[in-house]
C-alpha cells in the first residue's frame, strides 16, 4: 500500500505560479512511476505531467508544455509540480498517483495508487 499526500494548492491571479507537492509513503519510492493529473468541474481526469522512476523522462499534457515542470526528490519520497503562467483553465482538482514497479507511464489507468487531491483556482 502506497499512501500519497498532496499540498500546495490553492487561489492564485492569472499569471501567477504555484509548486504542488506529492509526498509518498514507502521504502522503495525510486521504483515508482509518479505523475499528476487533473479533474475540472464537469470534465475528466486528464493526465498533465509524469515522471519516470529515476526522472529522466518526463511527459507534458500539450496544454502545459513550456509553463509546468514536473520533478522529484528520491530521497525525499517527493514529486514536484511547478505551474507558472496559470490560467482559468487550469482550475480543477489536482491529483498525484504513483504506479510502483512501473518505471514510467502516461497512462492513468497504469498508475495504481492516488493522493486525495488538492484544489488550484486561478482567478481571471
Known amino acids: 500500500q502506497v499512501r500519497l499526500v498532496e499540498s500546495g494548492g490553492g487561489l492564485v491571479q492569472a499569471g501567477g505560479s504555484l509548486r504542488l507537492f506529492c509526498v509518498a509513503s514507502?521504502?522503495?519510492?525510486?521504483?515508482?512511476?509518479m505523475g499528476w493529473f487533473r479533474q475540472a468541474p464537469g470534465k475528466e481526469r486528464d493526465v498533465v505531467a509524469t515522471i519516470s522512476w529515476s526522472g529522466g523522462t518526463t511527459y507534458y499534457a500539450d496544454s502545459v508544455k513550456g509553463r509546468f515542470t514536473i520533478s522529484r526528490d528520491n530521497e525525499k519520497n517527493t514529486v514536484y509540480l511547478q505551474m507558472n503562467s496559470l490560467n482559468a483553465e487550469d482550475t480543477a482538482v489536482y491529483y498525484c498517483?504513483?504506479?510502483?514497479?512501473?518505471?514510467?507511464?502516461?497512462?492513468?489507468?497504469?498508475?495504481?495508487?492516488w493522493g486525495q487531491g488538492t484544489q488550484v483556482t486561478v482567478s481571471s
Open positions: 498517483a504513483a504506479a510502483p514497479g512501473r518505471r514510467w507511464s502516461r497512462a492513468g489507468y497504469e498508475y495504481d495508487y
Open positions: 514507502g521504502r522503495t519510492f525510486n521504483t515508482y512511476a
